[in-house]
């Protein structure tokens, strides 16, 4: 009896050790790992360059939301510490000269300013207004604040409150409009705008803020990407300098003449433009340590979304302006985030460059540009004494942040939110290759291997299915970052390698190579697609060529769309297409930024009829046969959602496998985390199915 207790109590450890090793063993990575990583944001260095706090924001898929919550780590990365918890959203954290925070929270039940002494303490609310506050920028040398809240222009907030209660007792429900944009991205146009508000600290109680652009019908920032990037202070604190689009009528629909313009921050005398001159994107002000000098990003050509930007420093003084183009290794590139060094003499900037986001300095003088850091997908920088602090991510991790010096040496982590959480994943090893595409020029791709590769396995002559994905914007770069949408980790997760291609359009290669898409939305990047998927099939040879499959959203899902119709589909088993267009001269008048259609198709439906016909899928649907997943959003009104709807009917009218997916409470993206749970699990079994 002893002997067979024995023996069962050995077998019992084995297998609960067993079992606790297959629990704690790491797994493949997928949708429930990415909604699971923390999401550092938004870091703000300390007056005294010691301490950094940021936002860490992390999905509640029990809740259907996000979260989000302050940290603060020292700049040497030794210490560490949360400072709020409140399950409310706490965010946008800003500095005061005396080392407290000023912050945004909902906790009262609308956003408004709080304050909390890092040292210790609990946060007190600064703010009561009527309306939610967004965008909270703290300016020492107004001592007050400045932040921006959607109000009617011309009512302002006491108005605007109002006149919501007005529309919320009318009983009829419809919308009248005049003009275009009446919708933009995935909101309605209700006629209120983001208008940027004065308050001084004293008024902070009870107070009212000023509306420096109380009759202007613009957003500040502008709508949907923009940030208080866009937002400068004058040297001697008397105006405020903002980016604006200030166009009457319908012409926003259709124009990018993006201004700069300067008002009193009292409130008082006229509002100036400061770019009249130029009739296209000027942006992101910031003046340079002496305060004699505005520098700000301009583009060149009116109408074009995806011109790059090059550097105007405007001399404060006189209005005299002189340009500096942002050149290196030869290309043309966008600098975003400028900072100066305290001399003046050194601006430090990220850009997008060879399918990176990397970090460089400019020599103010001579205009010469400098790589700092080359790899991954870098941002957000602060410059400390000597050093500087910055947000790195990169296809093997989400975004955490660090410190370097200020040439580019030694590298140091100083949060590690997700350290512990990759490494119970299996991620595969990405790779960057290069192959002569379209007029034999260098094009680069991303592969990303799968999680079980080795060299013993390939040599073996184990296959691994592929996933091709094409990237969205066309002027966009699926390159070394961690996405939270179009995650190459979550393919390989599902057993396949990706190959990712940036082909012509795509940005970071400098600006004719972005140029060569416009008008060959169909060719130039088809052939690039072709030789990128042929170049890594020669390379890797453990890639299966009889399992291929593709996706594509936006831009890419159009191009799912045409690839479909051309003689290139037959290399693939099954297509997913996310909010993808189907017929070019319809998404035309579908759509609302008129200017992007416009410039990539030379012109109006009606004046340029051949540049919407030249490459539409639709003329070529009879020529289907792949099997087809159909994603949409009901809030994209960049591509709607009847595009959607089209493309699954011309599938199934013709007896082609196909399902749709569709969200009415998602935009052009997929956010929510229950939505993008069940988005992953269908993708992932929509394209096993067919490789299987």
């Known amino acids: 009896m002893r002997m067979r207790a024995a023996f069962f109590l050995c077998l019992l450890v084995l297998v609960t050790g067993s079992a606790l090793a297959d629990d704690t063993a790491p797994h493949p990575f997928d949708v429930h790992d990415l909604l699971a990583m923390d999401r550092v944001g ?194 001697d604190a008397s105006e405020v300098i903002f980016t604006a689009l200030v166009k009457p009528g319908s012409e926003p629909a259709w124009s990018t003449d993006y201004d700069l313009y300067a008002v009193p921050v009292d409130g008082s005398g006229e509002m100036r433009c400061l770019t009249e001159a130029n009739e296209a994107w000027d942006t992101e002000p910031v003046f340079t340590p002496d305060g004699k000098t505005l520098c700000y990003l301009a583009m060149d050509r009116p109408g074009f979304e995806a011109d790059r930007f090059h550097i105007e420093l405007m001399d404060w003084a006189t209005g005299a302006s002189r340009r500096i183009d942002f050149v290196y290794d030869g290309l043309d590139l966008t600098p975003h985030g400028l900072k100066f060094s305290s001399n003046g003499k050194t601006v430090y900037a990220s850009a997008s460059y060879l399918g990176q986001r990397s970090i460089f300095k400019l020599d103010v003088k001579s205009g010469q540009v400098t790589l700092l850091k080359k790899m991954g997908r870098n941002g957000r920088l602060n410059l400390l004494n000597g050093r500087i602090l910055y947000a790195h991510q990169d296809l093997n991790m989400p975004t955490e942040l660090f410190t370097m010096k200020a040439n580019g040496q030694d590298i140091r982590q100083i949060t590690d939110f997700n350290g512990e959480k990759l490494a119970q994943t299996l991620m595969g090893a990405p790779e960057q290759i290069t192959f002569q595409g379209w007029n034999d020029e260098t094009v680069y791709a991303y592969i990303v291997k799968p999680y079980d590769w080795t ?85 890797y040879g453990w890639m299966d060529s009889d399992r291929i499959v593709a996706a594509g959203a936006s831009y890419g899902g159009y191009m799912i769309n045409w690839m479909h119709g051309q003689e290139f589909s037959r ?122």
């Not at 604040?145 to 429900?173: I, N, Q, S, W």
């Not at 691994?464 to 699926?478: D, E, I, N």
């Not at 972005?514 to 169909?522: E, L, M, R």
């Not at 159909?630 to 959602?641: A, L, S």
Request: aromatic share 12%; with cysteine; hydrophobic share 35%.
């Open 455 to 539: 060299e013993e396995k390939a040599a073996a002559g184990q296959k691994w299915p592929v996933t091709f994905l094409v990237h969205g914007g066309p002027q966009g770069s699926f390159g070394n970052d961690f996405h939270y949408r179009w995650n190459p980790q979550t393919y390989v997760g599902a057993g396949f390698a990706t190959i990712a291609v940036d082909f012509h359009g795509s940005t970071g290669y400098g600006q004719e190579f972005t140029d060569a898409i416009s008008g060959h939305w169909g060719d130039r990047p088809l052939e690039d697609l072709e030789k990128g998927l042929a170049a890594a099939l020669r390379t």
């Open 42 to 235: 938004d870091p703000q260095v300390s007056p005294d360059g010691d301490w950094v706090a940021y936002t860490v924001s992390t999905p509640d898929v029990e809740a259907n939301r996000s979260r989000s919550d302050l940290w603060l780590s020292s700049v040497d990365g030794k210490t560490t510490k949360r400072l709020t918890s409140n399950p409310a959203g706490d965010f946008n954290a800003r500095w005061c000269l005396n080392g407290t925070l000023f912050f945004l929270s909902t906790r009262s039940g609308s956003s408004q300013i709080w304050n909390i002494d890092p040292k210790g303490g609990e946060a007190r609310q600064i703010t009561d207004l009527a309306l939610d506050i967004s965008n909270l920028e703290v300016v020492p040398d107004l001592r007050g604040f400045l932040f921006t809240m959607e109000v009617y222009p011309g009512l302002g907030v006491e108005g605007t409150v109002a006149r919501d209660k007005e529309k919320a007792d009318e009983p009829a429900t419809g919308l009248i409009y005049d003009e275009l944009m009446f919708r933009h991205w995935d909101t309605w146009e209700d006629g209120k705008r983001s208008h940027i508000f004065y308050l001084k600290r004293e008024d902070a109680k009870g107070g009212q803020p000023v509306d420096l652009m109380p009759d202007l019908d613009a957003d500040v920032p502008t709508q949907p990407w923009g940030g208080m990037e866009e937002v400068a202070v004058s040297p």
């Open 571 to 692: 290399n693939f088993k099954a297509f997913v297409n996310h909010d993808g267009n189907l017929d070019e001269r319809m998404a035309y008048y579908d759509t609302e930024e008129l200017w992007f259609p416009e410039w990539e198709h030379g012109g109006t439906p009606w004046d340029n009829p051949e540049g919407y016909s030249k490459h539409n899928p639709v003329d070529y649907v009879q020529n289907w046969h792949v099997p087809t997943l159909v994603v949409h959003g009901g809030r994209d009104y960049r591509v709607v959602d009847t595009q959607g709807f089209s493309t699954f009917t011309a599938l199934r009218r013709q007896g082609i496998p196909a399902r749709l997916l569709y969200y009415p409470d998602e935009n052009h993206w997929v956010l929510k985390p229950q939505n993008s749970i069940q988005w992953h699990n269908e993708v992932m079994a929509w394209l096993k199915r067919w490789t299987e």
